[in-house]
């Protein structure tokens, strides 16, 4: 059929989506050749978004000043969270490596500016957080873009949003949606870096398919795939 992908096109697409993972203690300092950057950033703003509304911009950062005042944010809020929680989980927490800001090769920040073509975005009258959603798609599009090329990235979430625009310079009405890490990597782990520590499992399918209304896990319309889900066989 006519667009289709064939069986190796379909096991690439596969094999990212499957191993990609949040690098951050991988990185080597190898630096990212010019033109995969651009192809990571391309597959990033091709996708889909709201009323085509591409409310995204990546700010692509290398300075070392920069990413050090970055980086104090992340020491800061990565304390703060810390005392929101109780020992063990709070050393356990401490413990866990969650950033890889000065060890890549280049930092991205990824915002949402919601006056992107004016106003009126259609499809976004109804649920405002939409704009949001399609910058988290282009981040996904990046991140296994990313992936096929061989280059790792971490999301870094433990930051102040108000530090970043000060930081970047980010107009008030822009939302930093993303900070990534993007780099070569010296492996990309089997599994989540959370799932190895025993921070959390990860869960199986069957636990988050409802059937046809919230909390329905069975359905007599839904059998084979139910228990396609349930045996675990086919479909990993
Ligand atoms: C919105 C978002 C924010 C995240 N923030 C952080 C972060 O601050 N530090 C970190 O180490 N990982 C962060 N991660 C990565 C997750 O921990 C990671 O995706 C998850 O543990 C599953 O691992 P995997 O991406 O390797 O499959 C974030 C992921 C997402 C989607």
């Given at each position: 059929m006519?667009?289709?992908f ?11 989506v ?9 990185f080597?300092?190898?630096?990212i050749d010019e033109?995969i950057?651009?192809r990571?950033?391309n ?6 978004s709201v ?7 990546f ?6 000043e ?10 800061k ?5 810390s ?7 709070r050393?356990k ?6 950033q ?8 991205v ?14 499809g976004?009258?109804s649920i ?5 959603y399609s910058?988290c ?7 296994l873009a990313?992936?096929a090329?061989g ?8 930051l102040?949003?108000?530090d970043l ?6 107009p ?7 900070y990534?890490c993007?780099g070569?990597?010296?492996n990309f782990?089997e599994k989540?870096?959370?799932?190895s ?6 869960l199986?399918?069957k636990?988050?398919?409802f ?8 359905d007599p ?8 889900i ?7």
């Amino acid at each position: 059929m006519i667009g289709d992908f064939s069986p190796e096109e379909k096991d690439g697409f596969y094999k990212a989506v499957f191993s990609r993972r949040d690098v951050r203690s991988h990185f080597t300092s190898e630096s990212i050749d010019e033109g995969i950057l651009t192809r990571i950033l391309n597959a990033a703003h091709h996708a889909p978004s709201v009323g085509f509304s591409q409310p995204w911009n990546f700010i692509l950062i290398k300075n070392e000043e920069t990413r050090k005042q970055v980086r104090d944010s992340f020491d800061k809020e990565r304390i703060r969270a810390s005392t929101l929680i109780e020992d063990p989980k709070r050393s356990k927490y401490l413990s866990l490596r969650l950033q890889g800001i000065l060890d890549c090769a280049v930092n991205v920040c990824i915002t949402y500016d919601p006056t992107k073509f004016g106003p009126f975005v259609i499809g976004r009258s109804s649920i405002p957080e939409t704009g949001i959603y399609s910058v988290c798609c282009a981040i996904q599009n990046l991140w296994l873009a990313a992936r096929a090329e061989g280059i790792g990235v971490g999301w870094v979430s433990i930051l102040s949003n108000d530090d970043l625009k000060r930081i970047l310079e980010i107009p008030d009405h822009v939302v930093p949606v993303a900070y990534l890490c993007l780099g070569h990597v010296s492996n990309f782990a089997e599994k989540p870096d959370l799932e190895s520590a025993g921070w959390l499992p990860r869960l199986g399918l069957k636990d988050v398919i409802f059937y046809e209304k919230w909390n329905h896990e069975n359905d007599p319309n839904w059998q084979q795939i139910h228990e396609m889900i349930v045996s675990n066989l086919d479909y990993a």
